[in-house]
């Protein structure tokens, strides 16, 4: 059985995609908070990188991405993950709608995907211990973060299309050379 060098290549540049993106969101992206609220960048990555290659491979990031997060950050092993997965998921069934050329698409559902992730967190973090503040928590967290990722997702968006592009012409060169 023959190895396809390519999926493996592939596979690292996501591993190390999700921790260069783990790291900065955790230590550069600490500094640079506005009001509290700090870019999702996992959630970018996540987003990304599901309707731009499909569900299996939104799936695998966001797994990772969440387990990361839940190995940090959650009260119980599993929910990060469970969350970034299903955001993965739902962004891989836009990918047959992905045009590189399209920025629109790409903002909108990583909008989406914050604005449901922040509502997935409301419900489980806050209304579940009877904190009512929905409002407040709304226009205080969940759009602020909403706009900080979007503003840092018009600058990353393009870089991981980039990477894409060069992964792809590159895979392209070597599949010519060896035929």
């Known amino acids: 059985m023959r190895i396809n060098k390519w999926k493996i290549k592939r596979c690292i540049y996501d591993i190390l995609a999700i921790f260069i993106f783990y790291l900065l969101q955790c230590t550069v992206f600490s500094f640079l908070e506005l009001a509290n609220i700090r870019p999702n960048l996992l959630l970018i990555l996540t987003a990304t990188l599901g309707f731009m290659c499909g569900q ?24 990060y993950a469970f969350v970034y997965l299903v955001i993965g998921y739902v962004n891989g069934m836009f990918y047959k709608n992905f045009y590189e050329e399209d920025f629109k698409l790409p903002l909108i559902l ?66 010519d050379r060896s035929v």
Request: charged share 15%; net charge neutral.
């Open 110 to 175: 990583i909008s989406g995907s914050e604005l449901i992730y922040g509502h997935i967190i409301y419900l489980s973090m806050f209304l579940l211990r009877s904190d009512f503040h929905y409002s407040y928590y709304l226009s205080h967290t969940i759009m602020q973060e909403l706009v900080y990722t979007v503003l840092i997702a018009l600058v990353i968006y393009p870089l991981l299309l980039y990477v894409k592009q060069k992964l792809e012409i590159e895979e392209k060169r070597s599949a």
């Open 56 to 79: 299996k491979k939104g799936m695998f990031i966001g797994f990772f991405s969440g387990l990361l997060l839940d190995i940090q950050f959650g009260s119980f092993l599993g929910f």
